[in-house]
């Protein structure tokens, strides 16, 4: 499986855990500080708050105002806001922490002034104030040995959790160890970064646990200890100086290395925290990257982000390095596959890290400057930007020539092979589809679909040219070619590179017709999409369900389907959103919306223009004449078919010439200028040499069977 398929399937296995033990009893499930949370706990937890209802658990979460829940305002949920305590809810609580002995009222009184009705400060300062001799404990109650001072009690949450470390003054230096370390830690890390004998460590660790700042769960040498609050962890931390703090995080961080191997490779983040804390900035990026690419194995892309960014942070405030172009560089084209994946690619974050990663100067050419040029040909591509992404396509092409390894030049091709078909220059798309064809090895380059695209280049070789040849006019090869597609994609079992495989087939399909093969395709299509999260080929599933359930007759179900799918699919690609707006357009006009249908042609025409896909503009501009011909404006209607007609001939797109000459004929056969029609028909349709017989060939040879007639 590939990453994000494992973490899918865990989420599942930890959902089945769950049914599981509520069908035996009821479930309470607790989640603490949530605006702390990671991102792929926080979507965890967004998915067992939606499925809360269908079982019998009552689940939790306590979070600080600040956070804001992903999750929408189910029925099943209610929020409540944790207010102050009154008075009497402080004076119980006050009691409480006092064993139910009475304090003095005016001390009482102190403590809720100060602590303003705040429950862990009103509990933390009645401990400062029973922990610091002010006050006579008697059997029931206790009283005051003098007046009570003002500045007796602490004003602050944080002065009185100090004053208490500072009557603790021999623990200390463990709760500040404690306190680097984090919220929770164990015995054996803390012995290994406090350096003192472990009896004294095992007295303070006594000590700090029954003055209640630490919990503690088992028995040292296994025992686990938890700071009672996120704030004493802080009050503990924030006591260290400065260079103290940065010398115990680095013992932490050797500590971590020499001791727990185990710890550093399941969680390097964890030492690169440390060794960052430490000043130690070159140690810090180390595990940091090694975090980020831990990270991006685990399909964690948002927490890969965090950790390659905070090392590109890293590497800025360094200054100049003899070898810091080739660091940036590095780093920028491992955030930039986390990046697509987790923001898509066309996503400006996306853009711009590898626009950054581009402008490196970082010497003679590597692999590297090869991967930061073919993610900013990746990004302007699905952007729509197709003259920019042809640009960088020649440079790709030219650098892995230079360099010499044939896995990029194959990747070269494979950039050249894309932005030429869409650009419409199909004869160059043929060439360079070919030459992938050709090079390509399954053992050898298979592995190119997780550097790169996502997807198998020898599936994407055959899949481009199936299309290629269909608009130069060979429907056979096309079809043949897109079932190679296919076919080669399902022995891979790799289901991104088959739903790419089948999305190239159905447009095959679609461009020749073939209704119920494109039906079955994109059921499959769809079926497999929704299997393993594919949202953009969801989207052109239910685009090319949609035609074939329009082309069966069933237009209003049809269109409804191809608009869902095109919104789909748009939101992660521009390229062939003019075609699929054709194909939309040409539905619509049959049911009636002539209207709608021309400034859907109209949107896409000027897109094109924009981004340069010029692949299916000739058929844009024979259907806008369609429908202006039908509307009785023939001479607009004329320019559209010629237009058409140009645009196809300059593509050598045999097929689409046929279409647009066929439509231009009959238009001059209904105004009497049969044999114009004629001579304009008969020598494209003569061209068509191969044994088949489609749509598009039968209408032509009908035109001409009544021209001739």
Not at 334 to 358: C, F, H, N, Q, T
Not at 596 to 610: I, N
Not at 667 to 694: K, Q
Request: glycine share 6%; with cysteine; net charge negative.
């Amino acid at each position: 499986m590939d990453a994000r398929k494992r973490k899918e399937k865990t989420f599942d296995l930890h959902f089945a855990q769950l049914r599981q033990l509520e069908q035996q009893q009821p479930v309470l499930m607790i989640y603490e500080d949530v605006q702390w949370i990671d991102p792929t706990t926080l979507e965890l937890l967004a998915l067992t708050v939606e499925r809360a209802h269908q079982m019998r658990l009552l689940l939790v979460i306590s979070a600080r105002p600040e956070f804001t829940p992903p999750w929408p305002g189910y029925a099943h949920v209610t929020t409540v806001s944790l207010t102050r305590l009154s008075r009497r809810e402080g004076t119980m609580l006050i009691t409480g922490v006092a064993q139910g002995r009475a304090l003095p009222d005016e001390v009482i009184s102190q403590i809720l002034v100060r602590t303003d009705g705040v429950p862990l400060f009103i509990e933390e300062l009645t401990k400062t104030v029973l922990e610091s001799g002010l006050l006579r404990k008697r059997a029931h109650d206790y009283v005051l040995d003098g007046p009570l001072a003002t500045v007796a009690i602490p004003t602050t949450l944080h002065d009185s959790l100090m004053a208490r470390l500072d009557r603790l003054t021999s623990v200390r230096r463990v709760a500040q160890v404690g306190a680097a370390l984090g919220r929770q830690f164990s015995h054996e890390l803390l012995h290994a970064a406090a350096e003192m004998p472990e009896r004294q460590l095992s007295d303070a660790l006594e000590q700090l646990v029954r003055a209640e700042l630490l919990f503690q769960r088992g028995t040292p040498p296994d025992a686990q200890y938890t700071f009672k609050h996120a704030l004493v962890q802080d009050v503990a931390y924030a006591s260290l100086l400065r260079a103290n703090r940065q010398q115990l995080h680095a013992r932490i961080a050797r500590a971590y290395e020499t001791r727990f191997p185990e710890v550093v490779r399941a969680q390097p983040e964890l030492v690169a925290h440390h060794f960052t804390e430490a000043g130690l900035s070159d140690s810090a990026m180390e595990y940091w990257q090694q975090a980020g690419d831990l990270a991006m194995a685990r399909s964690g892309h948002t927490e890969a982000i965090h950790h390659f960014s905070v090392a590109l942070d890293l590497l800025t405030r360094l200054g100049e390095k003899p070898d810091r172009a080739a660091k940036e560089l590095e780093l920028c084209v491992k955030l930039g596959p986390a990046l697509l994946m987790a923001k898509g690619p066309v996503s400006p974050e996306a853009d711009a890290i590898y626009s950054r990663a581009v402008a490196i100067e970082a010497g003679e050419d590597s692999s590297a400057q090869f991967k930061a040029l073919w993610g900013r040909y990746y990004c302007s591509m699905n952007s729509g930007r197709l003259g920019e992404a042809a640009a960088h396509a020649d440079d790709l092409l030219r650098l892995a020539q230079r360099l010499g390894a044939d896995d990029l030049v194959l990747e070269g091709h494979h950039a050249k092979w894309s932005t030429t078909l869409w650009c419409g220059e199909l004869a160059a798309a043929d060439l360079h589809s070919q030459e992938g064809i050709s090079r390509y090895d399954c053992t050898r380059h298979h592995s190119l679909a997780f550097t790169f695209s996502g997807h198998d280049p020898g599936v994407c070789a055959h899949g481009i040219r199936a299309i290629n040849m269909a608009l130069l006019g060979f429907p056979q090869q096309a079809m043949k070619l897109g079932a190679e597609a296919v076919t080669l994609a399902r022995s891979l079992s790799h289901p991104y590179s088959l739903a790419l495989a089948m999305w190239f087939c159905a447009i095959v399909l679609q461009v020749g017709r073939q209704r119920q093969s494109c039906r079955d395709l994109a059921t499959e299509l769809l079926e497999l999409s929704q299997e393993h999260d594919f949202p953009m080929m969801r989207g052109a599933g239910m685009f090319f369900l949609g035609w074939a359930t329009a082309d069966g007759g069933e237009l209003e179900q049809g269109i409804a389907l191809m608009e869902q799918g095109l919104a789909l699919f748009s939101a992660g690609r521009r390229v062939t959103r003019p075609y699929m707006q054709s194909v939309l357009a040409s539905a619509k006009s049959d049911f009636g919306g002539p209207g709608e249908a021309l400034e859907l042609l109209k949107d896409a025409l000027a897109s094109t223009e924009v981004s340069a896909e010029r692949w299916w503009q000739a058929e844009l501009h024979r259907l806008r004449g369609r429908l202006l011909v039908a509307r009785g404006e023939y001479d607009e209607g004329e320019a559209c078919f010629r237009c058409a007609l140009d645009i196809s001939s300059g593509q050598r797109a045999g097929l689409l010439e046929l279409r647009a000459a066929t439509s231009l004929a009959r238009l001059w056969s209904e105004r009497g200028r049969n044999a114009e029609a004629r001579d304009l028909l008969a020598p494209i349709y003569g061209w068509f040499t191969e044994g088949f017989d489609t749509l598009d060939l039968k209408e032509a040879k009908m035109l001409l069977d009544e021209l001739h007639a």
